[in-house]
């Protein structure tokens, strides 16, 4: 299960929060990966809002990465707070999940602005797959669609991204494709595989229009 974009802040809080995480646990989910965007707002605004995702249950635990709002609101702390609640981050490297005799390679990567905030968080698909057991599936987190030219550089089989929010709401969404390869939904990239979320919160005005947000689930199947 893929969330991405929450942006609990000034008007998404902690009921909002509750009711994802109680959605995702119906679902009876493998995995979780949040692909940034999780907060707009300080530790200290905000830590009773997001508690609720400590609560999020899964067969092999929830996978997070950041966004560009958590280098707003303070990365580090946010980190530490996110591993606080169960969250594991993977920024800049990657996991292997046993399931069932099967294997999959988790990575994660920083936000693809996160050097500009700090240089030693700059993104690096490459650093997050190195030493990845070869003949894996690869799945990587990363926040903006925009990395994927260099997560298919890196090898990666399937990248979960959010960002774009769909477009959100008119004229949005004639902006986001200057900026992003894509703005919703599944698409290849060479031998590459992107899903875009639209994201399960939403950022400024609380609404949206012909962009609905999502909490998605997603079946690997071998090929």
């Known amino acids: 299960v893929q969330l991405s974009d929450i942006h609990v802040g000034p008007t998404i809080k902690r009921d909002y929060v509750q009711a994802i995480v109680d959605r995702v646990n119906r679902l009876s989910a493998d995995l979780v990966a949040i692909t940034g965007d999780t907060v707009d707002g300080s530790v200290e605004q905000l830590r009773g809002d997001v508690a ?116 959100q709401f008119w004229p949005w969404n004639f902006f986001v494709p200057l900026q992003q390869p894509f703005t919703a939904g599944l698409h290849k990239l060479g031998r590459l595989t992107v899903y875009t979320s639209r994201g399960t919160g939403y950022w400024g005005p609380p609404k949206r229009f012909g962009a609905a947000s999502e909490i998605t689930v997603l079946h690997l199947r071998p090929t």
Do not use: C, K, M
């Open 52 to 167: 609720p995702l400590a609560g999020l249950r899964s067969r092999h635990g929830s996978y997070l990465v950041t966004g560009n709002h958590e280098y707003y609101a303070g990365a580090a702390a946010w980190l530490a707070e996110f591993e606080r609640l169960g969250l594991h981050g993977l920024h800049n490297r990657h996991v292997v999940i046993d399931h069932d005799g099967a294997r999959l390679v988790v990575a994660g990567v920083t936000d693809y602005t996160a050097g500009a905030f700090d240089p030693a968080q700059a993104s690096d698909p490459a650093a997050a797959l190195a030493g990845s057991p070869a003949g894996l599936p690869r799945l990587l987190l990363a926040h903006q669609p925009r990395s994927a030219n260099a997560a298919a550089a890196a090898g990666a089989d399937l990248q979960l991204s959010g960002h774009t929010h769909g477009g």
